[in-house]
Each structure stands twice: as structure tokens, then as C-alpha cells.
T-cell receptor, first 114, second 110 residues
Framework: DAGVIQSPRHEVTEMGQEVTLRCKPISGHDYLFWYRQTMMRGLELLIYFNNNVPIDDSGMPEDRFSAKMPNASFSTLKIQPSEPRDSAVYFC????????????FGQGTRLTVV | DAKTTQPTSMDCAEGRAANLPCNHSTISGNEYVYWYRQIHSQGPQYIIHGLKNNETNEMASLIITEDRKSSTLILPHATLRDTAVYYCIVISNAGNMLTFGGGTRLMVKP
């Protein structure tokens, strides 16, 4: 398996534009997580899905952020409109229901909003 | 989930053992200790986890004190590629969300 795949790896956009980040989890994994990492706040969990259903979105900073998982192999995190303070590295992770909480992370998307 | 306390940073000489401590004095009986690490510009990577017994795998060893209030991650022969931020996380297996604190920045020096 190629692991968790995120795209794009880097995104530079202007303030006010819509940004869509994409994630393909590992096949067979039924949990998917979106994290954001900044120097100031570290790694923060934004939202997670189980069997494509959003379970906890309490970490989503505001209504400008939305996430979807239309099927087991694809998820998106959308920011509309984007702001400079959204600049961060966004990670997607997935794991399988089981006896451990071993999650597999993608390489991340580095978002810069200018 | 129990709160953890880790040193902000540590140094280790290449080839020597790196011992990374973690305090989790409020851990409850059904909570596990998980360790992840994050190498620069990469996503976090699972290392090891344990409940009360010591654990070892190909990456590291985990030593949990008898009262379970602290643990130590041991990298037996640290290499330059082990330079990373190491996160100690306490969570029950019924939980779903990994919450990352500040971690320990380990610098392995030649």
C-alpha cells in the first residue's frame, strides 16, 4: 500500500480564495482524521470520520472550514474563504478499527495564504 | 484522557541509547501509553504502545513503571535519523482521538 496520500503537497493561495485539500486513506481503514500543525499551536485535531461519517468536528476552527468524506477512499478539507492565519501544514491520517490506535499519517499539505 | 509531561528537548550522542521520559501521573487503569515521533517535514509515525508491561519492537523499547505514573521510551542505538520530536500520548483503547502535546525534541549528534 502506498500509505495515506495527500494532495497537493504545497499550496499557495491568496486571501479570500477557496482551498481544497485532498486525502486518500489506506485501503481498509475505517477511521480518517484531519490535523493542522502550526508552530504556535502544535498538532491539532480538526475532525475525524468513522465509516465516512463525521464523528467529532469540535476542532474545526470556524464555519470557513468544512470536511467531507463521500466514500471510503477519499476525503476533502475545504477552507472558504481562506485567511493568512490558516497557513499551516495539514495532515490526514487513517487507521483501522482494532486493538491498537496505530494511525498512519500522510506527508501533509503545506498551505500558505498570502 | 490523562495529561502527559515531557521535557522540551534532549540531546543524545550517535550510537548511544536515547532515553525519553514521560510523566502521566493521572493515568487511569484502562489507559495505554502510546509513543509517536515526527521527523522534520513528515507526518507523525507510530513507534510503540503499552498498558503496564514493558514492550519492545524493532524500533524501540517502552518501560512503564509499576505504578504506571511514568514511562521511558528507549532507542537503544540512536542514529542521526532518529532526530525528531517524540510524543507521549495516554489514551484508552476505547478512545478514538490522538491528542498531541508539545513532545520532546530529540537531537542526535555525531
Amino acid at each position: 500500500d502506498a500509505g495515506v496520500i495527500q494532495s497537493p503537497r504545497h499550496e499557495v493561495t491568496e486571501m479570500g480564495q477557496e482551498v481544497t485539500l485532498r486525502c486518500k486513506p489506506i485501503s481498509g481503514h475505517d477511521y480518517l482524521f484531519w490535523y493542522r500543525q502550526t508552530m504556535m499551536r502544535g498538532l491539532e485535531l480538526l475532525i475525524y470520520f468513522n465509516n465516512n461519517v463525521p464523528i467529532d468536528d469540535s476542532g474545526m476552527p470556524e464555519d470557513r472550514f468544512s470536511a467531507k468524506m463521500p466514500n471510503a477512499s477519499f476525503s476533502t478539507l475545504k477552507i472558504q474563504p481562506s485567511e493568512p492565519r490558516d497557513s499551516a501544514v495539514y495532515f490526514c491520517a487513517s487507521r483501522r478499527t482494532g486493538s491498537t490506535l496505530e494511525a498512519f499519517f500522510g506527508q501533509g499539505t503545506r498551505l500558505t495564504v498570502v | 484522557d490523562a495529561k502527559t509531561t515531557q521535557p522540551t528537548s534532549m540531546d543524545c550522542a550517535e550510537g548511544r541509547a536515547a532515553n525519553l521520559p514521560c510523566n502521566h501521573s493521572t493515568i487511569s487503569g484502562n489507559e495505554y501509553v502510546y509513543w509517536y515521533r515526527q521527523i522534520h517535514s513528515q507526518g507523525p509515525q507510530y513507534i510503540i504502545h503499552g498498558l503496564k508491561n514493558n514492550e519492545t519492537n524493532e524500533m524501540a523499547s517502552l518501560i512503564i513503571t509499576e505504578d504506571r505514573k511514568s514511562s521511558t521510551l528507549i532507542l537503544p542505538h540512536a542514529t542521526l535519523r532518529d532526530t525528531a520530536v517524540y510524543y507521549c500520548i495516554v489514551i484508552s483503547n476505547a478512545g478514538n482521538m490522538l491528542t498531541f502535546g508539545g513532545g520532546t525534541r530529540l537531537m542526535v549528534k555525531p
